[in-house]
């Protein structure tokens, strides 16, 4: 199973991370997040987002017009708790 978390800083702005209900173990996961300014504020988002399994740092992701993606090529088997923390 996954959860849904995010933590949203840096002006007005809202994040979207939503990881898959299931995942096959052994096989590739891509996990995105996306930033997006709210009106009034325009622009692209800039800086980072942090993935997490639980309390475990998985990478560090500079954005790239206004979205973080970050692969784990091959998930364990079992529960985990996927976030993105965006900074």
Known sequence: SSALSTT???GSSTATFA???SVTAGLPLTLTATI???A???GTP???VSFFDGDALLARVA???GSASYTIASPTPGAHA???VYS
């Open 19 to 21: 990881p898959p209900a």
């Open 36 to 38: 997006l300014p709210v």
């Open 40 to 42: 009034p504020a325009t």
């Open 82 to 84: 996927y976030r993105a």
């Open 8 to 10: 949203v800083g840096q």
């Open 46 to 48: 800039t800086g980072t």
């Open 63 to 65: 954005l790239v017009n």
